[in-house]
């Protein structure tokens, strides 16, 4: 059996922030804007390069039963941690310092406007050509 993760749903506050803040400080791409009735919004933003989105809405309970900020850790894997981090910085993003954990790993935290957090990562041998 094969599967795949596609979308990972963030509870917010306010939609159009969070949109907003993933979209035009985040870098990702807005896949889908819908009303599909009344009360519901869909929305589905994906990281360049990722085949998995995150998903913001209302009206639905995957977006209604969780608390705005309650998703912790939500890696977000880059090949150059280091231009990773100065370029979201350049988007007045507040992202962390870069911490080595050993072993080729280093991470970097960053959280959106409703406490979600999310932490870049690299991996040494997921870099270059590798990535």
């Avoid at 009735?37 to 998903?55: D, F, H, K, N």
């Avoid at 979600?116 to 270059?128: A, H, P, V, Y």
Wanted: aromatic share 6%; hydrophobic share 40%; charged share 25%.
């Amino acid at each position: 059996m094969h599967m795949k993760l596609e979308l990972v749903p963030i509870p917010v506050t306010d939609v159009d922030r969070a949109k907003a803040f993933y979209v035009e400080r985040l870098g990702f791409v807005e896949d889908v804007d819908i009303r599909p009735a009344e009360g519901v919004r869909i929305v589905q933003l994906t990281p360049p390069g990722s085949a998995c989105s995150i998903g913001l809405g209302t009206g639905l309970p995957a977006y209604d039963e969780a608390p705005p900020g309650s998703v912790k850790a939500l890696h977000l894997v880059v090949d150059d941690i280091e231009q990773a981090r100065a370029e979201l910085i350049g988007r007045s993003v507040q992202v962390g310092p870069v911490q080595d954990v050993g072993g080729g790993v280093k991470y970097a935290g960053l959280v959106d406007p409703d406490g979600n957090t999310l932490t870049l990562q690299e991996m040494s041998w997921r870099t270059g050509e590798q990535f």
